[in-house]
């Protein structure tokens, strides 16, 4: 079975459609969802959360190629995961003064394993690492961003310049970088 048979199974309910669609996508979309939260259940529950919307919105997806799956797929699972954190009131994001941008130089971030990445990006507080992830991580604008928390486009710039400014120190603490 290929993507497009799957959906065009999952449009008529078909459950081997729907388990193939899953059992392709699920360990990927499980590590975007671990990206904005820290909790493993809570993740799988946003994750399977996230599935049954697609599903259950399937019909106003119009396939184009193997990529537009995973990219639906992913836009859910971040809506999922904003919701969540909103609910859990774990995501605030406050006006700020605009950031001075953080450079480090790339040959030391190349030393570092994206497993070490991860670990420290996991510890940034919830509203910069959701801005970090969707700014970096995702690739959304930072005009998109600020739509989506109705907040402002230099709010959003300084949440990820914080987080950089974060990640940077808690990079020479641990003496990943000089």
Request: proline share 0%; no cysteine; aromatic share 8%.
């Given at each position: 079975m290929n993507d497009q048979k799957a959906i065009e199974g999952c449009?008529?309910?078909?459950?081997?459609s729907q388990k193939y669609l899953f059992d392709t996508y699920s360990d990927g979309m499980?590590?975007?969802c671990l990206r904005y939260v820290k909790n493993l259940p809570d993740a799988e529950e946003i994750m399977l959360n996230g599935f049954?919307?697609?599903f259950k919105t399937i019909d106003r997806f119009i396939y184009n190629g193997n990529t537009g799956v995973g990219g639906w797929l992913k836009k859910i699972m971040v809506n999922e995961c904003l919701m969540f954190l909103r609910r859990k009131g774990g995501?605030?994001?406050?006006?700020?003064q605009l950031a001075a941008e953080v450079s480090i130089d790339?040959?030391?971030?190349?030393?570092i394993s994206a497993?070490?990445?991860?670990q420290l990006i996991m510890e940034l507080p919830p509203g910069y690492r959701t801005v970090f992830n969707m700014a970096v991580v995702e690739e959304y604008s930072h005009k998109?961003?600020?739509a989506m928390f109705n907040i402002t486009?230099?709010?959003?710039?300084?949440q990820l310049s914080k987080a950089k400014n974060l990640l940077q120190k808690m990079l020479k603490e641990k003496k990943m970088v000089l």
């Open positions: 449009k008529k309910q078909d459950r081997i499980l590590m975007v049954f919307n697609f995501l605030k994001i406050v006006e700020e790339d040959g030391q971030i190349s030393r497993n070490e990445i991860f998109e961003i600020a486009e230099g709010t959003s710039k300084s």
